[in-house]
Antibody, heavy 118, light 109 residues
Framework: EVQLVESGGGLVQPGGSLRLSCAAS????????MFWVRQAPGKGLVWVSH????????YYADSVKGRFTISRDNAKNTLYLQMNSLQAEDTAVYYC???????????WGQGTLVTVSS | QSALTQPPSASGSPGQSVTISCTGT?????????VSWYQQHPGKAPKLMIY???KRPSGVPDRFSGSKSGNTASLTVSGLQAEDEADYYC??????????FGTGTKVTV
């Protein structure tokens, strides 16, 4: 059974940093592209970033470029999102998702809430 | 990259059909056959319902179907059931390895 479990969310002050993790199981992690998608409270889904299966290519939404870094450890079956210079607008539930079908997200984690507030 | 445009709400009675539109541009929806649709119940993670415009992942009922014409994609839910009441989001590849979601549609049964 495919499982994605996010962790690392919490309350952080503006300008602060946080690292999210997504532990994957039930599939061959190293063969899949992986994504981060966020959803602000009461709002819609927004693509944040994604990473090639071997980690050689990374892509970011303009709103997070230069502040967020996506990475992965295929030996640990884990996806990461390092978030720096956090702003109130980054407050959201962050989901990791698997890119298992062409240009779509076929499995999602349960999400982890990040709240940026003083 | 602007969000794709969806109607805020749609509704139908049990057994009826509802169609949700997703309008983008030639740089996203119109330029690629990479539109996908997601169902999200309150407090839950999204679930993939349609990929590559009209393909259904294993386990998704054939009551769900997708199509595209020009810059607008559509999701149709036929034979509406109570459990279909949820938020629905479209998504499209948008060139240069970027992706964009729709604004979301709340479907009421």
């Amino acid at each position: 059974e495919v499982q994605l479990v996010e962790s690392g969310g919490g309350l952080v002050q503006p300008g602060g940093s946080l690292r999210l993790s997504c532990a994957a199981s039930g599939f061959i992690f190293r063969t899949y592209w992986m994504f981060w998608v966020r959803q602000a409270p009461g709002k819609g889904l927004v693509w944040v970033s994604h990473i090639k299966n071997d980690g050689s290519y990374t892509y970011y939404a303009d709103s997070v470029k230069g502040r967020f870094t996506i990475s992965r450890d295929n030996a640990k079956n884990t996806l990461y999102l390092q978030m720096n210079s956090l702003q109130a607008e980054d407050t959201a539930v962050y989901y990791c998702a698997r890119g298992g079908l062409p240009n779509s997200y076929d499995y999602w984690g349960q999400g982890t809430l990040v709240t940026v507030s003083s | 990259q602007s969000a794709l445009t969806q109607p805020p709400s749609a509704s139908g009675s049990p057994g009826q059909s509802v169609t949700i539109s997703c309008t983008g541009t030639s740089s996203d929806v119109g330029g690629y056959n990479y539109v996908s649709w997601y169902q999200q119940h309150p407090g839950k993670a999204p679930k993939l319902m349609i990929y590559e415009v009209s393909k259904r992942p294993s386990g998704v009922p054939d009551r769900f179907s997708g199509s595209k014409s020009g810059n607008t994609a559509s999701l149709t839910v036929s034979g509406l059931q109570a459990e279909d009441e949820a938020d629905y989001y479209c998504s499209s590849y948008a060139a240069s390895n970027r992706y964009v979601f729709g604004t979301g549609t709340k479907v009421t049964v």
